[in-house]
């Protein structure tokens, strides 16, 4: 069968990959790089990302470490010790799992009936979970901010229900440990990159999709700069919304374009920076939710010192987006980071932001729309189509492992 | 070259810039350090950079 893969983000990769050993595939990027939010950025001796944080939630056991596995895309991603700390509001850390000591008495008493919300609560948002209450509603806002881009007012309760599970109802031993990809998100793209390539499958850079050809209701090819490729299937990792306008209105249905109009992405800010001493001193994740505006910060140096320059550490802060000022979201994140980090020698190396067409999210987590289209044979992968209850990359995963099962494919 | 109205800042075109001639915080802005030579319009995630002064 021959597979025309629209986009070569890290759900087209994995989907390419996946497919690349049975069938046929062509994987078209607009961009002169592979790899979309999720490859790295070389700046000044440090590799940046695109996007993610050099850092995948659930470490060497989670759905994106299972998935590379299978497809034969060899990739070391190391764990994480420990996994995450909180930075208290005098700027000292403690162990994410003793975040009860930073409540009062009165907060601590609702723990009993926030976890069991937590764990069983199917509707209303995160912030209801927490009962509204501000001590509480610190510390889920940075949790979700950090793993989602989004604010406890606005994450569902039944996904972080799903997340929860997934990242410490197992207990240790079942995913909860992040992780590092040494190389960082880079050495994922590259991986995925010559698995395609190891099967006859190409990547096509600097190639853009401008339609997708849709035949007696079935996908049936792509065009790309103006020239036919037809295709037994399609799949594409650009999102619903934007598959959509690639092909006639008239395959579609109404009710899916009223979906697609309300469904919403979801924004953030990373600052990267340059450390000439550790800042947080140690690979795991730092929740900051006494902090105006970011979420949470990763130094992941400590696994992977090639991500930056011999002597020096790389440390990413992460915030959701709370207004559409970006600027001063920014001045906002930057004064966090001097009140978090006072008296050390660093520098901002970049401020990224992800918003609009190239966000966080094309659709915030929670309200995923699956892998399905309405025209048979197009399929749709990465964030937008993630698997329920999983953060991020994870959810990517997740969600090209639902296609394969769809697909009955034994990548 | 000239940054549109659409730019996000997501900074792809700030690093792979060879003249350094790209600042980013929010939205990215061309300095006259650009010699034109188009490598950032490659590498904008979304477009947003065109041709011209």
Redesign the interface.
């Known amino acids: 069968m021959k597979v025309a893969v629209i986009g070569a983000g890290l759900g087209g990769l994995l989907a390419g990959a996946a497919l690349a050993k049975e069938h046929d595939v062509d994987v078209y990027e ?4 592979y790899g979309g939010r999720f490859t790295n ?3 000044k001796g440090f590799q ?1 990302s ?2 993610a944080l050099h850092m995948i939630p659930h470490g060497p056991a989670g759905p994106l470490a299972r998935l590379l596995k299978r497809v034969g895309a060899a990739v070391d991603i190391v764990k994480c010790v420990p996994d995450g700390n909180i930075m208290r509001k005098d700027g000292g850390q403690i162990s994410f799992y003793s975040f009860r000591g930073l409540l009062s008495p009165a907060a601590q008493a609702k723990l009993p009936v926030i976890m069991a919300k937590m764990l069983i609560q199917k509707s209303g948002t995160v912030a209801d979970v927490v009962l509204n209450d501000p001590e509480w509603l610190a510390i889920s806002d940075s949790c979700c901010g950090w793993a989602l881009s989004t604010l406890s007012k606005d994450t569902p309760a039944a996904e972080a229900s799903g997340i929860l599970r997934h990242t410490i109802g197992g207990g240790p031993g079942k995913y909860n440990t992040p992780g590092v990809p040494m190389g960082g998100c880079g050495a994922v793209a590259d991986a995925l990159a010559g698995v395609i390539e190891s099967h006859g499958g190409k990547i096509h850079l ?1 190639s853009k999709v401008d339609a997708i050809l849709v035949r007696d209701g079935k996908a049936a090819g792509v065009t790309v700069d103006g020239e036919r490729h037809e295709a037994d299937m399609v799949v594409s990792d650009i999102g619903h919304r934007l598959t959509a306008g690639m092909y006639d209105a008239k395959f579609s249905r109404p009710e899916y374009l009223a979906v697609l109009q309300k469904v919403k992405p979801s924004a953030g800010i990373k600052i990267c920076l340059a450390a000439e001493e550790p800042l947080i001193g140690h690979p795991g994740v730092l929740f900051t939710p006494y902090t105006q505006r970011v979420n949470g910060a990763n130094e992941v140096t400590h696994v992977d010192p090639s991500l930056a320059p011999d002597g020096m550490h790389l440390a990413m802060t992460h915030q959701a987006m709370r207004s559409g000022d ?2 001063n979201e ?1 001045k906002l994140g930057l004064q966090d980071i001097r009140r978090m980090f006072p008296d050390k020698k660093y520098s901002v190396l ?9 966000p966080v999210n094309r659709i915030s987590s929670g309200f995923d729309l699956g892998n399905l289209t309405p025209v048979k044979n197009l399929y749709i992968v990465g964030d937008g189509a993630k698997g329920k209850g999983y953060i991020e990359v994870e959810g990517v995963a997740a969600g090209v492992m639902n296609l394969l099962d769809t697909l009955k494919v034994n990548a | 070259m000239r940054i549109t109205g659409a730019c996000v800042g997501c900074g792809h075109c700030k690093a792979f810039c060879p003249a350094d001639a790209i600042e980013t915080c929010g939205v990215s802005k061309i300095t006259d350090k650009c010699t034109g030579c188009g490598i950032c319009k490659g590498y904008c995630a979304i477009g947003a950079i065109e041709e011209g002064p």
């Open positions: 607009r961009l002169d790089i950025l070389p700046y940046l695109t996007g600097s970006v600027q920014i970049m401020v990224q932001s992800y918003r609009d067409d190239w």
